[in-house]
């Protein structure tokens, strides 16, 4: 069975006080992996996807680089505004759920001023 | 263009009902998955159609079913309803059966709590 775990369950920052998100996965053939961001009562937005071992991709102050069993979400001089839940999901190759996306239970990230 | 439309944004039902939950994809869309999330987890994969016809069904007993009706639009339907059924309803939607490079899009789902 697919798993995925987030670690830590909370971060509390200062602003401009870089560090990162970690994403450890279970699955039997990995297709993609995910990552979105979730507001306080709002839908997650899609902010990554990748693809193999060795990828990275980078949006403002978000960077995801992938391993063969963990990912990593770098925020590097976050701001206020990037306070939210940070989710990451995989996409196994196959099955019979094929669109199917398991989810980790999320790291929350707080952001002071 | 319109996002991911869901209705309605909050309900409150008594145990033992019924609940029947809507989704608008984004035009053009023909892939519609449903998710629950409980508070402080992460969203678990319930349903997805495509092209109205069930492709996936996650770990949900019977009591939770849906549909695609032709315009690509959903339903979720739950029956006798359960307090462990309070959560929050995700509907996403994708232009393929399984999509990559732009993930899919979520509503802004629907609350449900069950007293």
């Known amino acids: 069975e697919d798993q995925v775990t987030q670690s830590p369950e909370a971060l509390r920052l200062q602003e401009g006080e870089s560090s990162s998100l970690n994403c450890s996965y279970t699955v039997s053939g990995l297709r993609g992996l995910f990552w979105y961001r979730q507001d306080p009562g709002k839908g997650p937005e899609f902010l990554f996807t990748l693809y193999s071992a060795g990828e990275e991709k980078e949006k403002e102050r978000l960077k995801a680089t992938l391993t063969k069993k963990e990912s990593f979400l770098h925020i590097t001089a976050p701001k206020p505004e990037d306070s939210a839940t940070y989710l990451c999901?995989?996409?196994?190759?196959?099955?019979?759920?094929?669109?199917?996306?398991?989810f980790g239970q999320g790291t929350i990230l707080t952001v002071h001023p | 263009d319109a996002g991911v439309t869901q209705s309605p944004t909050h309900l409150i039902k008594t145990r033992g009902q019924h609940v029947t939950l809507r989704c608008s994809p984004i035009s053009g869309h023909k892939s519609v998955s449903w998710y629950q999330q409980v508070l402080g987890q992460g969203p678990q994969f319930i349903f997805q159609y495509y092209e109205k016809e069930e492709r996936g069904r996650g770990n949900f007993p019977d009591r939770f079913s849906a549909r695609q009706f032709p315009n690509y639009s959903s339903e979720l339907n739950v029956n006798a309803l359960l307090l462990g059924d309070s959560a929050l309803y995700l509907c996403?939607?994708?232009?393929?059966?399984?999509?990559?490079?732009?993930?899919?899009?979520f509503g802004s789902g629907t609350r449900l709590t069950v007293v």
């Open positions: 999901a995989v996409q196994a190759e196959g099955g019979t759920s094929y669109g199917k996306l398991t």
């Open positions: 996403a939607s994708s232009l393929m059966y399984s999509t990559l490079n732009y993930g899919y899009t």
